[in-house]
């Protein structure tokens, strides 16, 4: 049975930016697919360990209240980005693969991985941020949702 992450994120995440950043950190992976396809992480002897869909943006509060509970979604407030993390069974370095994933991406954006997620860390990249120089990816209005069916609850 495979193990499921959710990092949820304040700005539209670079999942292949966070991904060649473990890969030059030293973890010895292969990063294949993206856009539209989930992204994998492989090991050294090409062995599947993450699965990483797409980011999917939430607009509405109650989303994130339906999809992972009360308790939770007081952690975290909306939009926010939605990003699936899951680590294959049965291979010993897939959960911490996964979980190293997910809390490098909410390091760079910003947010939290659920379950057992720190609760809202501040933004690391002058990308995620909007006093970066440029404008804001992701900001509501700004180049859409990577899910094509639209913004979640919006």
Do not use: C, N
Request: without cysteine.
């Amino acid at each position: 049975m495979s193990s499921d992450l959710v990092a949820l994120v304040r700005r539209r995440p670079d999942v292949h930016a966070v991904a060649d950043g473990l890969i030059a950190m030293g973890e010895p992976l292969e990063l294949r697919g993206g856009e539209p396809e989930p992204t994998l992480l492989l090991d050294a002897e090409g062995r599947l360990l993450v699965s990483i869909e797409d980011a999917v943006q939430v607009s509405a509060q109650s989303e994130i209240r339906r999809l992972l509970g009360p308790e939770f979604a007081d952690r975290v407030t909306a939009p926010i980005w939605w990003v699936d993390v899951r680590a294959a069974a049965d291979l010993p370095d897939a959960v911490r693969v996964a979980r190293r994933f997910a809390d490098s991406l909410v390091h760079w954006a910003g947010g939290t991985v659920y379950p057992d997620g720190a609760s809202e860390a501040p933004a690391r990249s002058w990308k995620a941020s909007p006093q970066g120089g440029g404008s804001a990816v992701g900001a509501p209005g700004q180049d859409g949702a990577a899910y094509h069916g639209g913004v979640i609850g919006g």
